[in-house]
């Protein structure tokens, strides 16, 4: 949903900024390793 509503998104994690980038981007190509687990967990039918 984040993917489809947003333009930039920015990943938190532990209260720490782990990365921000424009939507497409951080889709296509995470930077960070929690990011990358994050998309990852998304279920098959909902990565669009």
């Known amino acids: 949903m984040v993917k489809h509503i947003s333009d930039q998104v920015l990943v938190m994690h ?3 900024v782990v990365e921000q980038a424009d ?3 951080l889709y296509r190509q995470p930077q ?3 990011t990358r687990q994050l998309l990852a967990a ?3 039918g909902w990565r669009g």
């Open 14 to 16: 532990q209260g720490q």
């Open 23 to 25: 939507a497409d981007t």
């Open 32 to 34: 960070a390793d929690y």
């Open 42 to 44: 998304i279920p098959r």
